[in-house]
Structures are given as structure tokens and as C-alpha cells.
């Protein structure tokens, strides 16, 4: 049984397996398995000699599409006698947990951006030093925009070659300061819009799903949206007041469900896109949707792009903050990169190293 568990059982249900369970049980629990069989050599790469990689499972990601698809991955992992072991987990604050306390395996996230944000928040208030290692299976999500800028495996029959292959490449992180405390972000991160979207996604309700309640929350929120003055500091720079729709740190090159909101992003430069959509009216920010997703949105006048290693903003009245999707308080807002904090596995089929990709030692 996982130690990362935070459940304990009833008298009646311990040691049981999950079928046997009681529904109280079965649904606190955080349910635990190992892969059968062994590898007949050791891998290289992100899993090491001996090394059972830890898979985190949101069960209910992506409206309850990272479950089965776990589940035709984990096959494929059997057959290819890829061992590791599985936690699943039961409510918010779960993943976070479990990768807190894998020590320095390799930890792959199963579900969608908010998995891998939990995860990646997990792995780097681990004690011990040196940079995790870690992987993310997003194609069960409801955004799946950080798997854009992370690939890795569509087909679960690629997952065991993913699992095992030899390169890696170093990660940046953003770590972001509000009224709520700190917290790590690897994709986007914004203050604005799209905090309110969010928010309001948040409060759909659940049989809608979650792809329902993030594009009912996105047009409210378009319709409704009131701009704001602030003011924004990149590095040691001069106090830029503006009025604003939103402004997004940007790490990865995409959010809010495919729109390439900063096309220069690159997960490893050591440096945050800052994207500025300035006082921009309802009907333009309506009509201009459609250049978001198609990365020309700098062509508008109300748009500028910056780069920077902290980001500092600021409002008269508070402006909610989201990260990788997920409610971050508000202003004031301090964004910091944290180059190379994490290893991830470089996942290219075609056997084309990207230009960061590293072979491991």
C-alpha cells in the first residue's frame, strides 16, 4: 500500500482489495496496483536501473476520459514488462501529495493540465535536492494545452517506448506569489479574463462537464469582462501603467483550449513571454478570438509582447490570478522563472532530438 495515501480504511475493509471495499472506502481511498511482470533489462533514460516509475491518475480528468485511457496505456505497459506502480487519486491536493513523497523516481501525471499542475507543485516541495524527473500523459484532459508544448504519447501503445526512452530535457517553472501564498505554474499563468473564466468554470455544474462549464465561463466571461488598470514591471524596469484585459507570464506557448496566446514561448529559455492585451473592447476581443488560436493577435495595436525573469503586477482594485488553469488569488502578483527545474522526457517517435534534448548519463 502507498504511504502517500492520506485515506486510512474501516476495520471491516482492511486489507482488502478494491472490489471488496465498501463504498465509503472505495471512495476516499487512494487505489493502488502494480503492473505485473518485470523488465528483462534495465531501461535508461528517465527510469533508472530497477526504478518503478510512480503514475498518478486523475480518474475524472477530461470528464472521465483519463481513466480508460490509463487503463489501455497500463496494458501495453504489461505486455512490454514496463513495471510501475499506479496511485489514483480521490480528491484535490491528491497528486501534490503523492509526487511530494516519491522521493527521486521518476513520476509521470495522467490526466489534464490540472494534474500536471499539482504534480509538478508536489515534486518541487520534495525535500532532497536535484531536479525531478518528470513525465505527463495529457491527452485525457479538458484543456490539453501544456501537452502542446510537453508531447508525449497519443497512442497508448508508444507509452512503454516513452517510458523508456533515453532522452530528457531540462524545464523551467514559474513560481508565482499572491493573496493566497506561493505556488509553481509550467505552462501559462495570467491575470485578467482568464482568471474569470476559470472561476466561473469552476462553479458549473459538474454534469455539464468540464469542457461545458470552461466555454460557458468564456463566453460569459467575454460578454461581462470589465478592463482594468494596472500596473506592470518586467525585471528592473520602469512601473508601466496600463488598462488591461489580461496579461499573461507566459512559460508554455498556449492556454484557454489550443489559443497560442505566446508564440515565442519556449519551455527552456530561462525567460517568461510577458503578452499584454491592453483596453480592448468587448466586440474587437469577440472578433479577435480567432487570431489568439491562430497566433496573429500581435498584429492588433492593443497587443504587446515583452520577455522577462520576474514579473510584477499590481491594481487599484484586485484582479484574480490563475495558473496552468487553476485559481491563484489576486493582485499584487509576483511571477519569478526557476530555469531548468525539472527534467522531463523528450518525446519525439521520429528519433529527431529537439535542439535542448539531452541523452541521460
Not at 30 to 36: D, F, I
Not at 63 to 74: D, L, M, N, T, V
Not at 105 to 110: D, G, K, S
Request: with cysteine; charged share 20%; aromatic share 6%.
Amino acid at each position: 500500500m502507498t504511504s502517500c495515501s492520506p485515506y486510512g480504511s474501516c476495520s471491516g475493509c482492511a486489507g482488502r482489495s478494491g472490489s471488496q471495499r465498501c463504498q465509503r472506502c472505495n471512495s476516499k481511498w487512494l487505489a493502488t496496483w502494480r503492473m505485473p511482470g518485470g523488465s528483462s533489462g534495465d531501461p535508461v533514460g528517465p527510469m533508472r536501473a530497477g526504478e518503478r516509475p510512480l503514475v498518478i491518475v486523475n480518474p475524472v480528468a477530461g470528464s472521465g476520459r483519463a481513466r480508460p485511457f490509463w487503463e489501455r496505456c497500463a496494458a501495453q505497459c504489461a505486455a512490454a514488462h514496463v513495471d510501475v506502480e499506479v496511485v489514483k487519486t480521490g480528491r484535490r491536493g491528491d497528486a501534490a501529495d503523492c509526487a511530494a513523497q516519491a522521493g527521486d523516481r521518476l513520476v509521470i501525471a495522467v490526466g489534464g493540465d490540472g494534474t500536471a499542475h499539482e504534480v509538478v507543485n508536489g515534486l518541487l516541495r520534495r525535500p532532497g535536492g536535484g531536479r525531478p524527473r518528470f513525465g505527463a500523459l495529457l491527452r485525457a484532459g479538458t484543456a490539453g494545452d501544456l501537452a502542446r508544448s510537453l508531447p508525449s504519447p497519443s497512442r497508448p501503445d508508444l507509452v512503454p517506448a516513452w517510458l523508456t526512452t533515453d532522452r530528457w530535457r531540462p524545464v523551467d517553472v514559474g513560481r508565482l506569489s499572491t493573496s493566497t501564498g506561493r505556488r509553481y505554474f509550467i505552462n501559462v499563468a495570467d491575470a485578467g479574463i482568464g482568471a474569470e473564466v476559470v472561476r466561473r468554470a469552476a462553479r458549473g455544474p459538474a454534469f455539464v462537464g468540464g469542457t461545458g462549464n470552461f466555454l460557458g465561463g468564456a463566453v460569459v466571461s467575454l460578454l461581462t469582462h470589465r478592463n482594468a488598470w494596472v500596473q506592470l514591471r518586467l525585471d528592473n524596469g520602469p512601473v508601466l501603467r496600463r488598462r488591461v484585459r489580461t496579461i499573461a507570464v507566459a512559460n508554455g506557448a498556449y492556454l484557454g483550449g489550443g489559443m497560442w496566446i505566446a508564440p515565442r514561448a519556449n519551455t527552456n529559455d530561462g525567460l517568461f513571454e510577458v503578452v499584454t492585451i491592453g483596453d480592448v473592447s468587448r466586440w474587437l476581443g469577440i472578433r479577435s478570438l480567432p487570431m489568439l488560436y491562430r497566433g496573429t493577435h500581435g498584429r492588433l495595436a492593443q497587443v504587446e509582447f515583452g520577455q522577462a525573469r520576474r514579473v510584477e503586477i499590481d491594481s487599484e482594485e484586485p484582479i484574480g490570478v490563475e495558473a496552468d488553469g487553476e485559481l491563484a488569488g489576486n493582485t499584487p502578483a509576483v511571477f519569478e522563472i526557476v530555469p531548468s527545474a525539472l527534467q522531463v522526457i523528450d518525446w519525439r517517435p521520429s528519433g529527431i532530438l529537439t535542439r535542448d534534448a539531452r541523452v541521460s548519463e
